[in-house]
């Protein structure tokens, strides 16, 4: 198959190439979007054969369920069987944007779109293009990343080509994504909110809005044996090729020990990359150092994490170091996927 990219200008949204794609969309066929977040793999979320090939496209296990996006809010009801007042002020106060809700769901919505579960996960993204695309479609469009199952998110155009290219009928190009990160995932299906994915959303954010909100455990440690509520957490995610390991603790500490731990793989024939911040990125005297923008501006870093991951696939390192970041707000976010994509691997430094 080949697959068509289009440019779009947020500008001026060319209708005719939305409405083209919204017709693949409907024929079955799959179409790589952009969002606020990060790219989404899109194919119609009430037909289980689009879901389905999703799956296929991305090489996702199918116990692991999509995301349904919508660009109307009262089409959750149709969706969703019970809404809590909760819930309802969260979609107020949050939607369209980066946080995805988890309900009991109608008839309506395959088991195929939602690995099998009773439950639908429901977004409205407030990207023009997005929500342009999903009209278009009829209304629900199931979407997860677009990356290839395992590899970083895609966050350009360019990187979803990377991983689906020949996969999907097309890609609309609507240039760099401007969060990065993946929505915040909160279950509202049960008694007490909980917070199975920490995005650009934060848990204050929330808890501002509608009381104390549980984070479930899985969110910034290992595989306790304990099961992840949102199934995707379970699998390995965001790791690139070489071995990633997360160096914490105080800055000065910190450069001391990846510049100790960089010569020291040097001299055995090993090449190593670096992810720095701005700050610090000239004090790394050996190795291929990467920065993630300013450390002082938490969405810089959020911004260029997937990207940055990506681009060491590129290259013949063989270690990465990364700095850590705090988890105050989006941090937390960015710890969770930096922690996912280092399997865990961290070196306390010391504060
Ligand atoms: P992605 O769209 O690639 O960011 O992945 C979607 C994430 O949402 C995965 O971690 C899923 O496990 C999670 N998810 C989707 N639907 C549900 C659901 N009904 N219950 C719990 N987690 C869900
Ligand atoms: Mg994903």
Redesign the pocket.
Known sequence: METQIKKLDYEAVDMDIIEEAGRVLKEGGLVAFPTETVYGLGGDALNPASSEKIYAAKGRPSD????VHIAAKDDVYRIAKEIPKKAERLMETFWPGPL?L?FSKTDLVPLKT??G?S???VRMPSDKIAQELIRAAGGFVA???ANASGRP?TTTAAHVAEDLNGRIEMILDGGQAVIGL?ST?V?VSEEKPVI??PGAITKAMMEAVIGPLEVDQAVLQADSGIKP?????KYRHYAPRAELTIVEGETERVIAEVNRLTSQAELTGKRVGIIATDETAKRYEKGLVRSLGARSCEEEISRHLFEVLRSFDETDVDYIYSESFETAAIGQAIMNRLLKAAGYRVIEVGK
């Open positions: 692991n369920p999509l995301i995805t988890i939602t690995g579960l439950t639908v996960a979407a997860p990343s998110s993946e995932i279950d199975l994915r509520k949102a199934p995707g957490m």
